[in-house]
């Protein structure tokens, strides 16, 4: 089956650091671009960053709001995408989704999401 | 750029016609517009990509339209099953999305 599961979520007090997993399957992961986007309670969603395929030196892009202290990686060996949030801010809470993208090189549309997985930041 | 979504609910019944509208506040370069739908515990699912292009799978009661900074989702008539939120996004650099229309039973 074609799908993105992202999992490492939970509750987390401000100032510590989180990682999350996208673990994929059923399609070639190493010739995908994958993208994470966030959305907070009551909110639309939000881009936070963005991994280029191998093909193009798995480069990455992190939005403003992040930029700092979130950072994307990826294991194309084991299908698996990462979110390495450190310095984590109440305003962080949100449910995080992983997406594959088909861009090339520039972030395109998402045509795979995940079903999230949930990050509160609370003391 | 801003995303606006319009309206934020739109209430209808089985059979009627959606019409939802992204406005951009500066040209969205090349057509780099998306909609998705998301239902409550799901994946959102992509439906719309080039502003017009249905994504594998979407029926085609799902048509996107426009260009520059005026982009519209019409679902031509609704199934129960269409009933759910629906965002617009802009790709390309510094993507980024609107903040959603309800689609609900009226």
């Known amino acids: 089956e074609v799908q993105v599961v992202e999992s490492g979520g939970g509750l987390v007090q401000p100032g510590r650091s989180l990682r999350l997993s996208c673990t994929t399957s059923g399609f070639t992961f190493s010739d995908y671009d994958m993208s994470w986007v966030r959305q907070a309670q009551g909110k639309g969603p939000e881009w936070i960053g963005y991994?280029?395929?191998?093909?193009?030196?798995?480069?990455?892009e992190t939005a403003a709001s992040v930029k700092g202290r979130f950072a994307i990686s990826r294991d194309d060996s084991r299908g698996i995408a990462y979110l390495q949030m450190n310095s984590l801010k109440t305003e962080d809470t949100a449910v995080y989704y992983c997406a594959r993208d088909a861009g090339s090189y520039v972030p395109g549309w998402l045509d795979l999401w995940g079903q999230g997985t949930l990050v509160i930041v609370s003391s | 750029i801003v995303l606006t979504q319009s309206p934020g609910t739109l209430s209808l019944s089985p059979g009627e016609r959606a019409t939802l509208s992204c406005r951009a506040s500066?040209?969205?370069?090349?057509?780099?517009l998306a909609w998705y739908q998301h239902k409550p515990g799901q994946a959102p699912r992509l439906l719309i990509h080039g502003a017009i292009t249905r994504a594998t799978g979407i029926p085609d009661r799902f048509s996107g339209s426009g260009s520059g900074t005026d982009f519209t989702l019409t679902i031509s008539r609704l199934e129960p099953e269409d009933f759910a939120v629906y965002y617009c996004?802009?790709?390309?650099?510094?993507?980024?999305f609107g903040q959603g229309t309800r689609v609900e039973v009226k």
């Open positions: 500066q040209n969205v370069r090349s057509s780099y």
């Open positions: 991994i280029r395929s191998r093909s193009y030196g798995g480069t990455t």
């Open positions: 996004h802009q790709y390309g650099y510094s993507p980024l």
